[in-house]
């Protein structure tokens, strides 16, 4: 069979499987590259293992309320359990990335690819060149670890999954999705959890509302919050991992796990032979279309560093599919993403926050802060908040920001509402569906408050 191919994809997960699969679907004569497993970071070690181990961790939760529903719970953990069920799962769904790609007639190719000009591609191990019409990268992203002493002796999310035993505590550095969703993970688990971050309140970018709910909610399940500090270096003491903060304190942990941002995986990858041209923050930079600075070359997901997330690699696979394979030009709209962390509490969110609303004018603001009905037989007292913001005078919803259970179910939802552009009365006339938490999404009546001429009033 001749090395001549309509597309070779490098990277088979989210965004480079849909965009193979479619683009062989559309008649192409399409080979994907894979060093690793098929499926990438979001089904072998990211969202998918990430979510099963979230459920596990909530069950500690779930045990407590459950005595004022009157049930006497005495309950174990085993973690090699989890970690093998969880891997005949990854191994479930990686069989089914597989067949998917297999169907339509992708060829997968076992081997570590290399670009080697506008048009060819070269195997690592095996040694031969493919040549491409059209090249896409979706070789996606890794974790960014600070160039510390004594880095090696941390682990990231990478590994956190298959830990051979869970140590008896972890300190965790970074302040972002990941920091806080492992720090559900791990102390739900009952390890003894710390995070470490270098700003002044955990999620920067989120909602006030939301990262002081997050926080409190993170200290009630026993979580130690150290901030506007860093790991400056990490040693071996014994069994434990020595770490020095940036303030020269010295505390032992039994694992330290870095969750400190993710960069694209661009190296080594022979981008430069084919004038590919990168962004300042060192992803691949594209159009629309995903196209990048080399009319053949396109890219698509986290390699872009448009927005690190596995829906989104997917729809940029998908047009990118349809632009060049079935002649229909398509770019993807990146300015509605809902998005959710999956801590505890967990956090769902969609459009702008308050201060971006209010740059852009008048909006009024509606809050709705009560105990979920779950945990009213309960002492617990956390809050789930709901937040509705609209453009002043009955506007557009321009965002919507929940904290608490179901928060990223509740956001999907309301994710059709706002791509459709509506307004404060569209909400209001939904009927509202009682018990639940999201009918405060159309209930409310009075603003809680509003923003006029930029200020808060
Ligand atoms: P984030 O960018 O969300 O967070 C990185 C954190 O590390 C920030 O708090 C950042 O601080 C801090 N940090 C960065 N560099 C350093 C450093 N040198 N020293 C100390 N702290 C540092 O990255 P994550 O790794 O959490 O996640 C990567 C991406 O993956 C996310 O942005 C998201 O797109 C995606 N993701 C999505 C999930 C979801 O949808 N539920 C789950 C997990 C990941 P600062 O705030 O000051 O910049």
Known sequence: ??????????GAGSGGVRAARMAATYGARVAIVEEFRVGGTCVIRGCVPKKLYVYAARFTELFDVAQSFGWQVDAKFDWPTLVANKEKEITRLEQAYTANLEKPGV????????????NSVHMVNGKRDLQAKTILIATGAQPSIPAIPGAELGISSNEAFDLPALPHSILIEGGGYIAVEFATIFAGLGVDTTIIYRGDCILRG????????????????????????TIKSL??????????????VVAPYGAVMFATGRVPNVKHLGLETAGVKLTPAGAIAVDGYSQSSCPSIYA?????????????AIREGWYFAETVFNNNPMMVDHSQIPTAVFSDPEIGVIGLTEPEAATHGDIDVYVARFRPMMNTLSTKTERTILKLI????????LGVQILGPGAAEMIQLVAIPIGMG?????????????????????????????YRNGAKV
């Open 300 to 312: 698509v997901g986290d390699v872009t560093g448009r927005a690190a997330l596995t829906p989104v």
């Open 235 to 248: 040693a071996k003491v014994g069994s434990d991992i020595a770490a020095t903060f940036s303030d020269g």
């Open 107 to 118: 060829e997968i190719i076992r081997d570590r690819a290399v670009v080697t000009g506008p």
């Open 422 to 450: 509506a307004t404060k009365a569209d909400f209001d006339r939904a009927m509202a569906l009682h018990p639940t938490a999201a009918e405060e999404l159309v209930t409310f009546k009075e603003q809680t408050y509003t």
């Open 206 to 229: 989120f909602d006030d509302d939301m990262r002081r709910g997050l926080e409190a909610g993170l200290q009630d399940r026993g979580i130690k919050l150290i901030y506007q500090t």
């Open 390 to 397: 609209v453009g002043a005078n009955g506007g557009k919803v």
């Open 1 to 10: 069979m001749s090395d001549g191919y309509d597309l070779v994809v490098i």
